[in-house]
């Protein structure tokens, strides 16, 4: 429908993302997969963070992750590097490199997920 109407009539891409999912079937199976992976993982951890650690040590993991995304931003505004920070979203990061990294980001969550699995009690 979304390919019919031209992008519902206003050239808008909802269902079919262009420059990830109109590669051929198999590249859009393996991106799907990817991030279903991806964010399964990533809701492991934070039950198995919840489990471990209750609800403070939640609040801690919570705290760190925008901390993260907090000192990248500063990072970023103190070296002035937001035109290769624009260079990398827009130029670099092909397909296979958008894979690449969501591979690489997934095996970090499962094994920081298998490692926080281990403390675990039951």
């Keep these: 429908m979304?390919?019919?109407?031209?992008?519902?009539?206003?050239?808008?891409n909802f269902f079919r993302v262009p420059w990830i999912l109109d590669g051929p079937w198999y590249q859009t199976w393996l991106t799907s997969f990817l991030l279903l992976v991806l964010f399964f993982l990533y809701g492991m951890w934070y039950g198995l963070v919840y489990r471990c650690w209750s609800l403070p040590g939640l609040a801690a993991f919570i705290a760190a992750q925008i901390l993260v995304g907090v000192l990248v931003v500063v990072v970023l505004a103190v070296t002035h590097n937001w035109l290769a920070f624009d260079h990398f979203f827009n130029s670099t990061l092909t397909l296979p490199t958008l894979l690449a990294v969501l591979v690489t980001v997934a095996v970090l969550l499962g094994l920081g997920g298998f490692t926080t699995m281990r403390r675990v009690t039951i």
């Design 2 to 12: 979304e390919r019919a109407t031209g992008g519902w009539g206003l050239s808008v």
